[in-house]
């Protein structure tokens, strides 16, 4: 039973490059969400996707920032013309299917160390 | 929105003693509080959670604490040990706020053999 997997892992960018993050989600959710660490804090919300639909972007930053969840295939957050502000652990986090505010518990991936030349 | 407040930021303590961490949240709303544990370059791992219609929690080692009327919880770990030394994160979810968590500012915790 496979965990959130997100790829990849590191991935180093030049300024004004395209960074492309993937996460799929354990098997069995269908709820996806990105959050952005900084060094040395805490874990801040971009978006919460599920299957096709973008439910809640309020954490993301309104340019270059873009998030799709596909009906086929993992969910995809995209960074246009790269920043070294944007440096960070990018995490995805899934939680199983079930009615709106169930409570289920959200479980991380590996995270993606993104670093800006 | 939800604010969720951490303390301290580092704790140390020696292997064996008791460790606890506080939280405080703003939003009465909310009524999902998990906890998590980062070890360095890794996930944050869910260690334990609690929903609003308890006021504690166990698992082994591990407790939460929940006071709904002054809006904070607690982690309480006993009997530390060397593999307890990670950051800890709480975190708390509104049921109007899509499901996100608001995470607080983590601590790190230092296990002194």
């Known amino acids: 039973n496979a965990g959130v997997m997100q790829n990849p892992r590191h991935l180093v960018r030049r300024r004004g490059q395209e960074a492309r993050l993937r996460c799929s989600p354990m098997?069995?959710?269908?709820?996806v969400y990105w959050y952005r660490q900084l060094p040395e804090e805490g874990l801040k919300f971009m978006v919460y996707?599920?299957?096709?639909?973008?439910?809640?972007e309020s954490g993301m930053p309104k340019e270059r920032f873009s998030a799709e969840f596909p009906k086929e295939g993992p969910s995809i957050l995209r960074i246009q013309q790269v920043v070294r502000g944007d440096s960070a652990a990018y995490f995805c986090?899934?939680?199983?299917?079930?009615?709106?505010?169930?409570?289920?518990?959200?479980?991380f991936g590996d995270g993606t160390r993104l670093s800006i030349l | 929105g939800e604010n969720v407040e951490q303390h301290p930021s580092t704790l140390s303590v020696q292997e064996g003693d008791s460790a606890v961490i506080k939280c405080t949240y703003s939003?009465?709303?909310?009524?999902?509080f998990p906890w998590y544990k980062q070890e360095l370059g890794k996930r944050p791992q869910l260690i334990i959670d609690?929903?609003?219609?308890?006021g504690e929690k166990k698992d082994q080692r591990i407790a939460v604490t929940l006071n709904k009327t002054a809006k904070h919880f607690s982690l309480h770990i006993t009997e530390t040990q060397p593999e307890d030394s990670a950051v800890y994160f709480c975190?708390?979810?509104?049921?109007?706020?899509?499901?996100?968590?608001?995470f607080g500012t983590g601590t790190r915790l230092t296990i002194i053999p």
């Open positions: 939003d009465s709303a909310s009524n999902y």
């Open positions: 996707l599920q299957k096709e639909n973008i439910i809640d």
């Open positions: 975190a708390a979810r509104s049921p109007f706020g899509n499901e996100k968590l608001t």
């Open positions: 609690i929903r609003s219609n308890v």
């Open positions: 098997k069995g959710h269908s709820h």
């Open positions: 986090a899934s939680s199983p299917n079930g009615v709106p505010y169930s409570n289920q518990p959200q479980h």
